[in-house]
């Protein structure tokens, strides 16, 4: 359907490829990191995270990886398969851990 | 696994009318939230609830809204009179401290859709 307000950036992935989702913030203090799986009709679904005093950190197909100088966190997930495709966005704490920004999104396509 | 629960899963109401939305958080945690969501935008903070007092909320959160736990098991939010552009989806979180930190993993539930007309 079509999107009201904010345009989605879209990312299409062949199957078996590694994908790569960006996330800028402006906060400098801002010192905890989630990314966020959102599948249509569903609420966001946590990843993976990543504190501040770390710039890498890896699950299972996942990684982040936190750039703060420049302000900047990735989300890889490496052979991208059909049950990736959603929508990821990055979501940050700064100044107490009880409020959250999110990002504003990437819908991740996945062409089989 | 537990799960976050929230009903109805849509709710259409008319301008101006009050609406309550319930969500039934993970039994052992002790902080519950509330987001919204416009169509095709980012999801939006709007409250954080512990200890039964807000502990943050955000400029989306003004006199129209409200959270309540009325028991041990239910976290809702209220809109007391709602406008067209309350129309969103509407996620209930809740999270506990994990061992060793302060970062609190957030489960959200499936949602709300409410629609003002």
């Known amino acids: 359907g079509e999107s009201v307000g904010l345009h989605l950036p879209t990312l299409s992935v062949q199957e078996g490829d590694n994908s790569i989702i960006n996330c800028a913030y402006s906060?400098?203090?801002?010192?905890?990191f989630i990314w966020y799986k959102q599948e249509s009709g569903k609420g966001p679904q946590f990843i993976i995270d990543?504190?501040?005093?770390?710039d890498k950190r890896q699950g299972q197909r996942v990684t982040v990886l936190l750039n703060k100088t420049v302000k900047h966190l990735s989300l890889q997930i490496a052979a991208t398969q059909p049950g990736d495709s959603a929508v990821y966005f990055c979501?940050?704490?700064?100044?107490?851990?009880?409020?959250?920004?999110f990002g504003t999104g990437t819908k991740l396509q996945v062409i089989p | 696994e537990p799960e976050v629960t929230q009903t109805p899963s849509h709710q259409v109401t008319q301008m101006g009318q009050e609406v309550i939305l319930r969500c039934v958080p993970i039994?052992?945690?002790?902080?519950f939230y509330w987001y919204r969501q416009i169509l095709g935008q980012k999801v939006e903070f709007l409250v954080s609830?512990?200890?039964?007092?807000?502990?943050?909320k955000s400029e989306i959160f003004d006199d129209q809204f409200s959270v309540e736990r009325p028991d041990g098991s239910n976290f809702t939010l209220k809109i007391r009179s709602t406008k067209l552009e309350d129309s969103a989806m509407y996620f209930c979180?809740?999270?506990?401290?994990?061992?060793?930190?302060?970062?609190?993993?957030?489960?959200f539930g499936p949602g709300t859709r409410l629609t003002v007309t």
């Open positions: 990543i504190r501040s005093n770390m």
């Open positions: 906060n400098s203090a801002s010192d905890y």
């Open positions: 039994s052992n945690h002790l902080y």
């Open positions: 609830f512990y200890n039964n007092e807000i502990s943050e």
């Open positions: 979501a940050v704490f700064s100044g107490g851990y009880q409020k959250v920004t």
């Open positions: 979180a809740s999270s506990t401290p994990t061992a060793g930190g302060n970062y609190y993993e957030q489960y």
